[in-house]
């Protein structure tokens, strides 16, 4: 099984359609898929909670 480290960019990626949010969507897909493990930081995921807010802000 293939261990994979995504960054704050990567988990925002996954939540905002923007370039490369295809290929990370294709990384969770396998993960469920039981062929990846997701490797994260905490200040990772801080970090992406920040981006959201931003994105979010942006939208509404």
Do not use: P, Q
Not at 44 to 55: A, E, N, P, R
Request: glycine share 6%; with cysteine.
């Amino acid at each position: 099984m293939t261990i994979v480290y995504l960054d704050s960019s990567a988990i925002v990626k996954h939540y905002a359609l923007e370039a490369g949010s295809y290929v990370v969507s294709r990384v969770y897909h396998r993960t469920l898929n039981e062929e990846f493990i997701l490797l994260f930081s905490a200040w990772d995921i801080g970090s992406s909670l920040v981006c959201s807010i931003s994105i979010i802000g942006e939208d509404g």
